[in-house]
Nanobody
Framework: QVQLVESGGGLVQAGGSLRLSCAAS????????MGWFRQAPGKEREFVAS????????YYADSVKGRFTISRDNAKNTVYLQMNSLKPEDTAVYYC???????????????????WGQGTQVTVSS
């Protein structure tokens, strides 16, 4: 059974930084694309960033491009989201997600991600 456990969320002032981590277990991590999504109160879950199984490809939502960086360490079965220059509108629950199909290109489509973590709260104060 695949398990994803996020950590690293918290309260930060606007302009600050946080790094989220997501530890995966239950299958061969390195074969699957990984993504980060977020959901603010009263809003739908939205794509933030994704990274290919090979680490060679990354993809970002326009709203975070240039501020957030996704990375992964296949030896540690962990994916990261470095968030810099945080804004109040980045406040949300952040979810780690794993693709359900091995060796597929990373995407921003929520439907392609079969496994989800429990989420970690990120709050950015103004």
């Amino acid at each position: 059974q695949v398990q994803l456990v996020e950590s690293g969320g918290g309260l930060v002032q606007a302009g600050g930084s946080l790094r989220l981590s997501c530890a995966a277990s239950g299958r061969t991590f390195s074969r699957y694309a990984m993504g980060w999504f977020r959901q603010a109160p009263g809003k739908e879950r939205e794509f933030v960033a994704s990274i290919s199984w090979s680490v060679r490809s990354t993809y970002y939502a326009d709203s975070v491009k240039g501020r957030f960086t996704i990375s992964r360490d296949n030896a540690k079965n962990t994916v990261y989201l470095q968030m810099n220059s945080l804004k109040p509108e980045d406040t949300a629950v952040y979810y780690c997600a794993a693709d359900g199909v091995p060796y597929r290109s990373n995407s921003g489509s929520l439907r392609e991600y079969e496994y989800w973590g429990q989420g970690t709260q990120v709050t950015v104060s103004s």
